[in-house]
């Protein structure tokens, strides 16, 4: 899938892009399908079996689109709140000293 962008960086994570746009479609998309498959399902009705397949599927698609960029932002914050961390605890060490 060359439409879809797989590397990132932190800054470019940040802005709203297509991706974010599909995945937001293909949310909506597989959560009702999913619904709408469990429940037909239940019922023991074919189109509810392929329903919840669809709905699986779509899912699985959002997640292989949104995931890399995700893990990004995830990393970047996480050293952001280790360097914040590190700060606060650097100030209050010479608090203590005094």
């Known amino acids: ?7 990132w960086s932190p800054a470019t994570a940040d ?3 297509k991706e974010d746009w599909y995945a ?3 949310s909506a998309l597989s959560f009702t399908l999913i619904t709408l498959g469990a429940a037909l399902s239940l019922l023991l009705l074919t189109s509810g079996y ?3 397949t669809l709905g699986i599927l779509a899912a ?4 292989y689109i949104i995931d890399p960029k995700l893990n990004v932002l995830s990393a970047d914050y996480e050293k952001k709140q280790r360097e914040y961390l590190e700060e606060l605890e650097r100030i209050e060490r010479w608090e203590e000293n005094e």
């Not at 899938?1 to 590397?7: E, P, Q, V």
């Not at 699985?60 to 997640?63: C, D, K, N, P």
């Open 24 to 26: 937001l479609i293909l």
């Open 1 to 7: 899938m060359a439409f879809i962008r797989r590397k």
């Open 50 to 52: 392929i329903l919840l």
């Open 15 to 17: 802005e709203w892009t």
């Open 60 to 63: 699985a698609l959002m997640f």
